[in-house]
C-alpha cells in the first residue's frame, strides 16, 4: 500500500526505498527457505499461482524498473535464481496448449532477463540524483561472457515464440479478451526483455533500425492493450477498464523503448502518443514523464534528419539522464551527449528542463475506475 502511494503520488525516491525493502525480504525468505528450494520447480511459490507466488512476481519485476538504485543480492541467491528457471526452460514444450504453461515459461524468461540486466552488465551505474535505464544509458558492452548469456536468452525467447505461435493464432481467431490480453501482454514482455537485454551491447545506435519488426510488435501489443484497458476495443472488451497504476510493467517500459531507440518517424511517433494518451504508472515509471522525454530527444535527433526522414547515426543520442528537481514533484532537467556533426567525434551536452503533471492530465483524460 505504501509503495502504491509514493509511486501513484510520484515520490520516486521513497517508492524505490519500498521497493528494495520488499525486494530484500523475499530474498532473505528465498535463502531460508532451502528445503522448499530443493524440491521441484513447481514448488517455487515464483512460479505457483499462490498470493505468495504474485508478492514475489511483483516485487521481482519491480527490481529492473529500479535497476539504478538495485541491491546486489548475494551470489548465491543470483545463482539460485538463474538454476530455477533454467530448470522451467528445460522442459519447455514444443508447442503450448494453454496460457498457464506459457505464462510459466514466460515468467522464467523474465525473471532471467531482469537478473541479466540488474547484476550480470559490468558498467557503471549512474550515481543519485541521476535516474536512467539501462536500456537507456548502458552501451557497448562486449565481453564474451555477457554476450554469450545473451544469446542463451535469444535462444530461449526464440524457442518461446514459437511454441506460443499456434496458441497466438487461435486466440486470435477466437477474439475472446478475457484470454487475448493476457496473452499480448506475455508476447509484449517477451519481445520488451529481449531488447531491454539486448540494447546495453549496441555499440552503433543504427543497429537498432535492424528490429523494425520487434518494435511494431510492441506498438501493436500496447496499442491493443491500452485501448482494451480503456474500453475502446471490441464490444466484447468493454467491460475491461484501465487502470491509471498497476504494480507491474505493461506497456510503458515497451513503449519507452521504442520511442527512444526505434528511428522510424511513424513508429517512433506512435509509441509515444500511446504513453502521453494513456498517462499510467507501472511501479516507478510515469508514461507522461517518459513520453516526454523521448519527446524532447525525438526533436533533437530530427533537427538532423536526412532526406529519407531518418536520423542519421551520428546524430542519434544514446542515452538520457534526468536530474530529478528535489524540492518540485515531477520536475527535472533533461541531459544527453549528442554529436555535432557527421565530420566530428565532439560531443555537445544537450538539456532541457522537464515538467509534467500526471494528476492534471489524468483529469483531463476521460478513464474509467480502476480495477
Not at 47 to 74: A, C, H, K, M, N
Not at 82 to 111: H, N, Q, Y
Not at 333 to 356: D, F, G, K, P, Y
Request: glycine letters at 6%; aromatic letters at 8%.
Amino acid at each position: 500500500m505504501i509503495l502504491c502511494f509514493e509511486a501513484w503520488n510520484g515520490n520516486l525516491d521513497f517508492a524505490v526505498r519500498q521497493i528494495q525493502t520488499g525486494l530484500r525480504l523475499i530474498r532473505e525468505w528465498h535463502e531460508s527457505a532451502q528445503s522448499l528450494l530443493a524440491g521441484p520447480v513447481g514448488s517455487d511459490p515464483a512460479y505457483s499461482g499462490s498470493l505468495e507466488g504474485e508478492l514475489v512476481r511483483i516485487f521481482s519485476r519491480l527490481d529492473t524498473q529500479i535497476v539504478s538504485f538495485s541491491e546486489q543480492p548475494s551470489p548465491e541467491y543470483h545463482a539460485m535464481i538463474i538454476a530455477r528457471g533454467r530448470k522451467v526452460l528445460e522442459r519447455m514444450p514444443l508447442i503450448f496448449t494453454s496460457l498457464s504453461e506459457a505464462s510459466i515459461c514466460e515468467e522464467a524468461i523474465i525473471r532471467r532477463a531482469m537478473a541479466f540486466v540488474c547484476h550480470e552488465i559490468p558498467l557503471e551505474k549512474p550515481p543519485p540524483p541521476l535516474h536512467t535505464f539501462p536500456m537507456n544509458g548502458w552501451h557497448s558492452c562486449s565481453e564474451p561472457k555477457v554476450l554469450a548469456t545473451l544469446e542463451s536468452m535469444a535462444a530461449d525467447s526464440m524457442r518461446w515464440k514459437t511454441a506460443f505461435a499456434p496458441l497466438w493464432k487461435r486466440l486470435k481467431e477466437e477474439n475472446n479478451p478475457s484470454d487475448l490480453f493476457p496473452a499480448a501482454l506475455m508476447r509484449n514482455r517477451i519481445v520488451s526483455a529481449l531488447m531491454g537485454c539486448t540494447a546495453p551491447l549496441v555499440a552503433n545506435e543504427e543497429d537498432f533500425d535492424h528490429h523494425l519488426d520487434e518494435f511494431r510488435v510492441m506498438v501493436e501489443m500496447s496499442e491493443y492493450m491500452l485501448g482494451t484497458l480503456d474500453g475502446q476495443g471490441t464490444q466484447k472488451a468493454r467491460h475491461f477498464k484501465r487502470p491509471a497504476f498497476n504494480f507491474d510493467s505493461y506497456t510503458v517500459i515497451p513503449m519507452f523503448l521504442t520511442a527512444l531507440k526505434c528511428r522510424d518517424p511513424l513508429l517512433r511517433r506512435k509509441a509515444i502518443a500511446l504513453l502521453l494518451k494513456y498517462p499510467r504508472r507501472e511501479g516507478v515509471c510515469d508514461s507522461v514523464c517518459m513520453g516526454k522525454l523521448c519527446e524532447w530527444t525525438m526533436r533533437i535527433e530530427e533537427e538532423y534528419i536526412d532526406k529519407d526522414g531518418w536520423v542519421p547515426g551520428w546524430a542519434r543520442v544514446r542515452g538520457v539522464t534526468m536530474d530529478r528537481d528535489r524540492e518540485k514533484e515531477n520536475s527535472g532537467i533533461l541531459m544527453c551527449e549528442q554529436r555535432v556533426s557527421a565530420a566530428s567525434n565532439e560531443v555537445a551536452i544537450r538539456s532541457t528542463h522537464l515538467s509534467w503533471n500526471f494528476s492534471e492530465i489524468l483529469a483531463n483524460t476521460a478513464i474509467g475506475p480502476s480495477e
